[in-house]
RNA sequence: GGAGGGAUGGCCGAGUGGACGAAGGCGCCUGUCUUGAAAACAGGUAAGGGUGUCCCCCUUCGAGGGUUCGAAUCCCUCUCCCUCCGCCA
């Protein structure tokens, strides 16, 4: 959510950033139309509170009982026109904050512009893309061969994009969720362990919705929604809480399996275990100050790029420009690791500056040492990382030429000494 | 699933139609006293909103409706918590 005040007071500043994104500029109009409105009324229904509550205090004290009747009388006719009046105003102030609900962040200026994700920016290449002296194959052939992803039986008891990990491919990411978890938690971040359905409000605080009903699984008996992202409950986590200065910055990690019913996506990626309808994922959420998010970001952006760096994986980070950002990001970083099988860079981490936009939504807000007045602080999230797709890029880059898989020496650990999968 | 009880400020807890944004206590802050601290005493101590800026107004006693000139208090619906029974990993 937006401050109204800046929208108020800054109406070009909101459309620009609108525009930056490809975003319809013109609401800015209806919204700023609806808040004069909203406050016009407001000032006028207060000021007959204020009258009535003056006067039915006097009715309280008043002995002579004509008078006081006559009193009750006038204040009948006032308390008439506040209820209309209160009519209006939540009228007005339901239609404000439908459509202040579907206002995306603004973009940082650190953001570049672009119209799609075709000018996002590659920031960095990092590590060599594997040479093979065979043909290197992609993880939907290797993973049926080596027993360790049964697609058929996933489609059996389910549907399409469902699929079964068996044996060392269910250890493997069980492994990697361990590995990553450990390593967050020594990068000072809190292990939390969530509820994998949440109820509307929680949804709504973390900006899912009203925009993105479509893409979420609903249990409409009991009005739950299952987690598309550990971002949600992680943002819950919080919602309605005032912090006291000192109190911050809280870092978070958590593992969650996240549920997409990817309507938008409908026939892309339908190969493989790239794009599910449930994926695995670990996920870093931070609330802090707004002076510190700029740095928080760059500590996050840097703790999720530990991942793949120890993975042994080929990376890139690029730069979203204002076109391809999410609904409440102001500055995102993706990381893509190279998969050698599929041929194409794999997006396994975005990390975003949401700044203050779910704090205000979940009205998450801390009390400043020097201060009386709460604010509503920062909130920063990035995936560290997507299970399937490090999955993918592993199985892909350390293949060998028999069909067998090369384990990644930092994840032995949690394999019981496991170095390669190989066929039985 | 059945039966009962409850939800008030940072915490405990009073309050069943008017002087209650709310007694009292605890905690916290400030002042007096003190070399300093403690104690004692005095004062203060919720959030949000408003074409208000140290003065005021509105809203909020789990949430939402309603009755009334006036609701923490009465009525309706919902949510959550607790106790007992049943069921259950």
Known sequence: MLDIRLIRENPDVVRQGLEKRQADAEVVDSVIALDERRREILGEVEKLKAERNTVSKEIGRMKNAESRQEKINEMRAVGDQIKDLDDDLRGVDAELTSIMATLPNIPSDATPYGVDESENVVLKTVGEIPQFDFDPQPHWDMGPALGIIDFERGVKITGSRFYVLSGAGARLQRALIAFMLDLHIKQGYTEKYTPFMVK??????????????????????????LVPTAEVPLTGYHMDEIFEEGDLPKYYTAYTPCFRREKMSAGRDVRGIKRGHQFDKVEMYMYVKPEESDAAFEKMMADAEEVVAMLGLPYRILQLCTGDLGFGATITYDIEVWSAGCNEWLEVSS???????????????????????????HTLNGSGTALPRIMIAIMENYQQEDGSIIIPEVLRPWMGGIEVIAAE
């Open 200 to 225: 509307t409000a929680t949804v709504y605080g973390a900006g899912q919705l009203p925009k993105f009903v479509g893409n979420l699984y609903k249990d409409h008996e009991e009005d739950l929604y």
């Open 351 to 377: 990390v975003s500056n949401v700044t203050d936009f779910q704090a205000r939504r979940a009205n998450i807000r801390y009390r400043p040492e020097d201060s009386k007045k709460n604010r509503f602080l």
